[in-house]
Nanobody, 123 residues
Framework: QVQMVESGGRLVQTGGSLRLSCKAS????????VAWFRRPPGKEREVVAT????????YYAEPVKGRFTISRDNDKKEVYLQMNNLKPEDTADYYC????????????????WGQGTQVTVSS
């Protein structure tokens, strides 16, 4: 079993930066694909970025390409999302997730989820 806890969300101004962290527990974490998803207010959950367990495959959703960076530290069992040049449309609850089956943008494929952290970008 893997448990995941996000942190780092807060209110930030347009153009600002934030680094979200996700702390995982469980021995299997280092072999799990990970991802960040977000749910904007009143909208469906959407993928932000995914990464394979080795870190050799990374996917970014088009709206965040060039601005966001996903990374992981398997020794610390942590996943990060560096968010730069934030825009009001980035306002959302952000969730980290882990998957036994490999990186994918399909949310239902993920086995483990955090509780979410709120990011608000003011205009």
């Amino acid at each position: 079993q893997v448990q995941m806890v996000e942190s780092g969300g807060r209110l930030v101004q347009t153009g600002g930066s934030l680094r979200l962290s996700c702390k995982a527990s469980g021995r299997a974490f280092s072999r799990l694909a990970v991802a960040w998803f977000r749910r904007p207010p009143g909208k469906e959950r959407e993928v932000v970025a995914t990464m394979s367990w080795r870190g050799d495959y990374i996917y970014y959703a088009e709206p965040v390409k060039g601005r966001f960076t996903i990374s992981r530290d398997n020794d610390k069992k942590e996943v990060y999302l560096q968010m730069n040049n934030l825009k009001p449309e980035d306002t959302a609850d952000y969730y980290c997730a882990a998957n036994n089956g490999g990186p994918t943008s399909v949310a239902r494929a993920y086995d483990y989820w955090g509780q979410g952290t709120q990011v608000t970008v003011s205009s």
